[in-house]
């Protein structure tokens, strides 16, 4: 069974810092998925990484992938408090036929000013 | 594109009770999935559609759910004979079949079973 872990679950971090969410999974995959999720709202997608070495960035978040130690990182520049939300990270389950995810159970990210 | 609609967006019953959701997906999307969500973890997978054919249930559908996408359109999720373990945000995506189609999530059906 897939496993996918998140760390830390509780982040609390000042404006203008940097920080890394970490995200490691039990099996192959080749497909990594990042979402944010605002209190009492949907899912809403951030990145799709497809293959080793994947690295997208948008903003101040950058995700990056490395399939052989089955890790993939979300790293936060100057965080503003405008990125206070829940980030999950999601990994496809079924052999990239993409439409099963396993997600984690999400990091708690509250920015401080 | 005006998103992937649910409806209600809060349903409260009592057990025993039973209860059905709307999902409305992105028009042109052919992949549709039901995902729960619990206080404090990530969603897990229930049941996706592609066009009108459910081709995987979750071990976490028992027999009280039932899903369906008639004519390959919207969906609907019924839960009959309602327990409190099921409350739960029920959340419906979309998404094109292949490649890595993002799933493109709803507002989900927050249910509460008193």
């Known amino acids: 069974e897939l496993k996918v872990e998140q760390n830390p679950l509780f982040l609390s971090m000042q404006e203008g810092k940097n920080y890394t969410i970490y995200c490691n999974y039990s099996?192959?995959?080749?497909?990594l998925y990042w979402y944010r999720q605002d209190p009492g709202k949907s899912l809403e997608s951030l990145f799709v990484l497809l293959s080793n070495g994947a690295v997208k960035q948008e903003g101040r978040l950058m995700a990056s992938l490395d399939t052989k130690a089955r890790l993939s990182t979300l790293h936060i520049t100057a965080a503003v408090h405008d990125l206070s939300a829940t980030y999950f990270c999601a990994v496809d389950a079924a052999g990239g036929s993409n439409y099963k995810l396993t997600f984690g159970k999400g990091t708690l990210l509250t920015v401080n000013p | 594109d005006t998103g992937v609609s649910q409806n209600p967006r809060h349903k409260i019953t009592k057990r025993g009770q039973n209860v059905t959701f709307r999902c409305d997906p992105i028009?042109?999307?052919?992949?549709l999935y039901w995902y729960r969500q619990t206080l404090g973890q990530g969603p897990e997978f229930l049941t996706y559609f592609q066009n009108e054919a459910q081709l995987e249930k979750s071990r976490l559908l028992s027999d009280r759910f039932s899903a369906e996408r008639p004519k390959g359109s919207f969906s609907t999720l019924e839960i009959q004979r309602t327990e409190q373990g099921d409350s739960a945000m029920y959340l419906c995506?979309?998404?094109?079949?292949?490649?890595?189609?993002?799933?493109?999530f709803g507002s989900g059906t927050q249910l509460s079973v008193l």
């Open positions: 995506a979309s998404s094109n079949a292949g490649g890595a189609a993002k799933l493109f």
């Open positions: 099996t192959t995959s080749d497909r």
């Open positions: 028009s042109e999307h052919n992949r």
